[in-house]
């Protein structure tokens, strides 16, 4: 693995992934365009930003608004891995999000909260960096943005039921089903739902119990499941069903089925 290494998902052009495990990387002071999103995996550094001093220890998330002046100096004579999140600030225009003023301020997260961001932080760069659907990665993206500017981590998951809800579930779950094999996007839901995505990705897994591409996966599994049992390759299947390669349709299946296909071939 690369000691620096980017990810970008070329339908997501506001985002881009870094991971860093280079230990003698210190960075001056400079500014990001983008709002930047990180987390120590190992290691701590010296984080400095407008006058202040940080020091920021392994698991413990950061952020910085655009243009704001900052640096970091790793502790000497230790291993030294992060990876940082970087969005254009247009993207947040599109959220229509409660309290997205919030984000304007850095901060290091504490507890609960940091746990909550750092597994859906985690998430997105897994996400990004292996190719998954852009469905799932800028999903992943703002429940992580969501997270961070709610007071309680609860509220990501819990708000009222609306009378609405059921029509706009409706409408995404039929537009899945109808085109569960194409590359989707959130675009194309809130284009069909008529409602931002921020809305749609909460009103759907408050309904469903799951998000829009992970109900998608599951459509592609059962579809796959179908065709294996008519002995065919799993190479064309995998394409069929949606996947831009066998070893990705792999990995897919075994987290729902618990075996490879090919191992559910052969045991049918």
């Known amino acids: 693995m690369a000691k620096v290494a980017f990810y970008r998902d070329e339908t997501l052009p506001f985002l881009e992934g870094k991971r860093c495990h280079k230990s003698d990387l210190a960075y001056q002071k400079h500014f990001h365009e983008e709002y930047s999103i990180g987390l120590i995996d190992e290691g701590e550094t010296k984080a400095w930003c407008e ?8 698991g413990r998330m950061i952020s910085f608004p655009p243009h704001m002046l900052h640096a970091c100096q790793p502790a000497e004579d230790m291993r030294w891995r992060y990876k940082m999140l970087f969005i254009q600030p247009e993207w947040f225009t599109y959220l229509d999000m409660p309290d997205i003023h919030k984000l304007n ?16 932080l985690n998430h997105t760069m897994r996400a990004l960096s292996e190719k998954e659907s852009s469905l799932e990665i800028e999903t992943s993206l703002i429940e992580l943005v969501q997270a961070l500017v709610d007071k309680h981590e609860a509220d990501v998951n819990h708000s009222p039921n609306h009378r609405w809800d059921k029509k706009y579930v409706n409408l995404i779950r039929a537009y899945i089903h109808e085109h569960y094999t194409d590359s989707i996007t959130l675009d194309m839901l809130e284009n069909e739902a008529g409602i931002s995505r921020y809305h749609l990705i909460r009103m759907f897994k408050r309904s ?50 618990g075996t490879t296909p090919h191992a559910y071939i052969i045991s049918s």
């Open 51 to 58: 006058g202040a001093l940080w020091q920021v220890e392994a």
């Open 105 to 120: 301020i850095p901060f290091l997260l504490e507890h609960d909260k940091n746990t909550v961001c750092r597994n859906l």
């Open 208 to 257: 469903m119990h799951l998000p829009p591409h992970a109900y998608q996966n599951l459509l592609r599994i059962n579809h796959a499941k179908k065709e294996l049992k008519h002995r065919r390759s799993i190479a064309d299947i995998a394409i069929d069903s949606g996947y831009y390669d066998q070893s990705h349709f792999s990995k897919a299946f075994a987290r729902i089925v």
